[in-house]
């Protein structure tokens, strides 16, 4: 069954600070991958997408995330974090095989931000 | 492009009522609608996928009967909580698709239900 892990649930960093946050996936195929940003009481709003081609996308708010099909990841990254991104961040795997109806989402990693 | 809005934001009503959620899509049409739930401290949990003019489907563990949703039109969906009691109080996200076969969905801010 497809399943998103993200092993983190909360992670604290520095303004300034380099973040990654983890995430990996079991899915039978190629995986349409997704990073969400979900600030409070706001909707999700899309960072980046990895279908295929080169395995190091870029995204939105200099987000950017590298997929690794040996490790079966998808991890988010920013060289230099802002308090404005203290949110929560979902990982998603979307299935081709339902015409993308389906989306599977990790539980989510809050990102606090330190001054 | 790709907005999706919802209304209300938030709402509280009382057991065994009924509230209605709805999701539009701003600026774009869109051929498929999805309905969320999310649970404090959890992920999104698919509930239903709406196609224009048809009925929804449901997933599994998900009572149609309960969640009743009505896509009529291609910039709106419609998600009415029936008899609502207090184990429904959750935070309901819609999502909507541009076009068949993208595989992005467009998420709205969500509607925070709190049943008393």
């Known amino acids: 069954a497809q399943s998103v892990t993200q092993p983190d649930i909360h992670i604290t960093v520095s303004e300034g600070a380099s973040l990654e946050l983890r995430c990996n996936y079991s899915?039978?195929?190629?995986?349409?991958l997704f990073w969400y940003v979900q600030s409070p009481g706001q909707g999700l709003q899309l960072l980046l997408k990895y279908f295929s081609g080169d395995t190091l996308v870029q995204g939105i708010k200099g987000f950017e995330a590298e997929f690794k099909r040996s490790q079966s990841s998808f991890n988010l990254r920013k060289p230099s974090v802002h308090w404005s991104d203290a949110a929560e961040y979902f990982c998603a795997v979307g299935d081709p095989l339902y015409n993308f109806n389906k989306f599977y989402f990790g539980s989510g990693t809050k990102l606090n931000v330190k001054p | 492009g790709a907005v999706v809005s919802q209304h209300p934001s938030r709402v509280i009503c009382k057991s065994g009522t009924s509230v209605k959620i709805e999701c539009r899509s701003l600026?774009?049409?869109?051929?498929?609608m999805f309905w969320y739930r999310q649970f404090p401290k959890q992920s999104l949990m698919l509930m239903a996928t709406?196609?224009?003019?048809?009925?929804?489907?449901?997933e599994q563990g998900v009572e149609k009967d309960k969640f009743l949703i009505n896509h009529a039109s291609l910039t709106l969906s419609t998600l009415t909580v029936t008899s609502a009691h207090p184990e429904d109080s959750s935070f309901y996200i819609c999502?909507?698709?541009?076009?068949?076969?993208?595989?992005?969905?467009?998420f709205g801010p969500g509607t925070r239900l709190l049943v008393l």
């Open positions: 899915y039978g195929a190629t995986p349409y």
């Open positions: 600026d774009f049409q869109a051929t498929t």
């Open positions: 709406s196609n224009e003019g048809s009925k929804a489907t449901y």
């Open positions: 999502s909507a698709r541009r076009f068949r076969g993208e595989e992005t969905q467009y």
